[in-house]
T-cell receptor
Framework: EAGVTQSPTHLIKTRGQQATLRCSPI?????VYWYQQALGLGLQFLLW???????NRGNFPPRFSGRQFPNYSSELNVNALELEDSALYLC??????????????FGSGTQLSVL | AQTVTQSQPEMSVQEAETVTLSCTYD???????LFWYKQPPSRQMILVIR??????QNATENRFSVNFQKAAKSFSLKISDSQLGDAAMYFC????FGGGADGLTFGKGTHLIIQP
């Protein structure tokens, strides 16, 4: 069974550009979480999607946005990139809806570098 | 809001020895889950062990065990017979029993070094 897959593995952008990161959850999982892992700061919660709807967002500016598609894959968009957006972005999936539970499975992340 | 604190930025242990990683948390909830995740250089977060707060028995997974002290809000991870492959960042994490709109709340991690 395929795990959570994220693309691209690495992404290099310049200040002011937009970045799009993609995540495919484990088959059967309808919940997708996005986290930012900046150096020395641990993992910070960004967004939660469940069954196609945004359910919650963390303490990040509106230029961080995303969506979840009918097949439950998800996209994270970061507009007007700033240097401090450089980080590893991790996606995690879990059973969702009425089966929402505590086990999150993570992908290997997208390393975003903003120059 | 819940918080998770890992007070040891880095730990070092000799191969085959035992090491304990510390974690404390703050919550007003009575039911919740606690986790230890491992993040090797491949960057993927791997679940090591999971504890349900309503269970008094400490969770064990092979060489990994926890010391869960609910009243003290402490959740330490013990790794026995350390192996070179255990070298990684270890994150302690909390999740509300109801699922948790934030998913998991993480500590800042402990970098574990295994000395051959």
């Amino acid at each position: 069974e395929a795990g959570v897959t994220q693309s691209p593995t690495h992404l290099i952008k310049t200040r002011g550009q937009q970045a799009t990161l993609r995540c495919s959850p484990i088959s059967g999982h309808t919940s997708v979480y996005w986290y930012q892992q900046a150096l020395g700061l641990g993992l910070q919660f960004l967004l939660w999607y469940d069954e196609g709807e945004e359910r919650n967002r963390g303490n990040f500016p509106p230029r961080f946005s995303g969506r979840q598609f009918p097949n439950y894959s998800s996209e994270l968009n970061v507009n007007a990139l700033e240097l401090e957006d450089s980080a590893l972005y991790l996606c995690a999936s879990s059973l969702g809806g009425m089966e929402l539970n505590e086990k999150l499975f993570f992908g290997s992340g997208t390393q975003l570098s903003v120059l | 809001a819940q918080t998770v604190t890992q007070s040891q930025p880095e730990m070092s242990v000799q191969e085959a020895e035992t090491v304990t990683l510390s974690c404390t948390y703050d919550t007003s909830e009575s039911d919740y889950y606690l986790f230890w995740y491992k993040q090797p250089p491949s960057r993927q977060m791997i679940l090591v062990i999971r504890q349900e707060a309503y269970k008094q028995q400490n969770a064990t997974e092979n060489r990994f065990s926890v010391n869960f002290q609910k009243a003290a809000k402490s959740f330490s991870l013990k790794i026995s017979d350390s192996q070179l492959g255990d070298a990684a960042m270890y994150f302690c994490a909390y999740r509300s029993f109801g699922g948790g709109a934030d998913g998991l709340t993480f500590g800042k991690g402990t970098h574990l070094i295994i000395q051959p």
